[in-house]
């Protein structure tokens, strides 16, 4: 089953059928009801001129139908689509039961998918590169000696100390031991990544930190220590971005996806 979006406030329509076949509802308000409306739907973000809404197909919320879901990956990207301000169609896909078109464009059955120029895309790196060689306006790249901070790619000090049973076992230790260097590199070249913009970096470490301050909360009762207050600004910085916020899954959505690690 796959849900399409047009729209900040749209509501959606959910239908079996293949990417070319789905349709799209918007809605209206009226005494406190959603109603149908005939007017065009308005589609995410303000169209560029010259840029063709991309289709994104995105995880559906498993805990609210026809939300967005909790995919770090799939944030990155639509936080990069955000950010270039370009349109696009979100289609939202039942992960526990993958439609047959779902294989047709991606056969590991995964997403986000982005279609570009009639073709599908899979896999969020190449996805945001292609994205900013195509769109190179408004720049996100990050300088390759900037982009390879060791946290941009890596979230597996924030797995092991979550999956983690032994309060010993130094899986703590080595998470704060990560979020100690990314703190100390942010004092020295922040308040981001690439210093003082927003790059593509920020738009993959943003939504892996906000799983992290979401799933060890609710497992753990963690949370970053006050004394790396260079991670704990940055945080709150990425969080409250637009881009961010119109982009992010329902902590419910988190909590549950991390589920099957920590229960494991």
């Given amino acids: 089953m796959a849900v399409l979006l047009r729209g ?38 303000v169209a560029r001129a010259s840029a063709q809404s991309l289709e994104v197909c995105a995880k ?13 990956f799939t944030q990155r990207v639509l936080m990069t689509i955000e950010e270039k301000h370009l349109p696009y169609d979100l289609k939202l896909v039942d992960l526990a039961n993958k ?10 059955g995964k997403v986000p998918i982005v279609k570009l120029e009639d073709k599908w895309i899979a896999d969020s790196d190449v996805i945001t590169q292609t994205l900013e060689e195509k769109y190179p306006e408004p720049p996100l790249a990050t300088p390759p000696d900037k982009g390879s901070v060791y946290w941009v790619e890596n979230i597996s000090t924030f797995i092991g100390f979550l999956k983690s049973k032994d309060p010993s076992d130094g899986t703590e230790e080595a998470l704060l031991n990560e979020l100690s260097s990314l703190d100390s590199y942010l004092k020295d070249n922040g308040p981001f990544i690439n210093g003082g913009t927003i790059s593509a970096a920020d738009l993959s470490l943003g939504p892996k930190l906000y ?26 910085s990425i969080f409250s971005m637009d881009s961010f916020i119109k982009t992010r899954g329902l902590p419910e959505d988190v909590i549950a996806g991390w589920r099957p690690k920590v229960m494991g």
């Fill in 8 to 45: 900040g406030s749209a509501a959606a329509t959910a239908t079996a059928a293949g990417p070319s076949a789905l349709l799209a509802t918007t809605f209206r308000r009226a005494h406190g009801r959603l109603m149908p409306r005939a007017s065009r739907p308005r589609r995410f973000c």
């Fill in 60 to 72: 559906e919320s498993t805990t609210v139908p026809g939300r967005l879901g909790d995919c770090p």
């Fill in 99 to 108: 439609p047959d078109w779902l294989f047709e464009i991606n056969p590991e």
């Fill in 211 to 236: 799983h992290m301050e979401v799933a060890l909360g609710h497992y753990k009762n963690w949370s970053v220590p006050d004394s790396l207050s260079h991670v704990k600004t940055y945080m709150k």
